[in-house]
Nanobody, 119 residues
Framework: QVQLVESGGGLVQAGGSLRLSCAAS????????MGWYRQAPGKQRELVAL???????NYADSVKGRFTISRDSAKKTVYLKMNSLKPEDTAVYYC?????????????WGQGTQVTVSS
């Protein structure tokens, strides 16, 4: 089974930085994309950042210029460097993996890591 282990969340003051990590393990033939989503209380889950196997990236407009997504293919790990954090960034951040195995595409989610930005 595929598992995603997230780390790096915590409490930080506005303007501070955090770095989230998500390590994938299990039977993964190839990774299509890894990304980060977040969900704040009372809001829908939204895409924060995504990186594909071709190193193409997508960011939510609200985080462009502040967040950077990167990956380490050898470690099957994706990172999210978050700078200039705002209280609006407070949410549970979920790691997402899309991968191929035996000719089929699958999706896996992490359990989430809390990011709290104080004002």
């Amino acid at each position: 089974q595929v598992q995603l282990v997230e780390s790096g969340g915590g409490l930080v003051q506005a303007g501070g930085s955090l770095r989230l990590s998500c390590a994938a393990s299990g039977s993964i033939f190839s990774i299509n994309a890894m990304g980060w989503y977040r969900q704040a209380p009372g809001k829908q889950r939204e895409l924060v950042a995504l990186i594909t196997s071709n190193d193409s990236t997508n960011y939510a407009d609200s985080v462009k210029g502040r967040f950077t997504i990167s990956r380490d293919s050898a470690k099957k790990t994706v990172y999210l460097k978050m700078n200039s954090l705002k209280p609006e960034d407070t949410a549970v951040y979920y790691c997402n993996l899309r991968y191929n195995r035996y000719g089929r595409t699958y999706e896996s989610w992490g359990q989430g890591t809390q990011v709290t930005v104080s004002s």
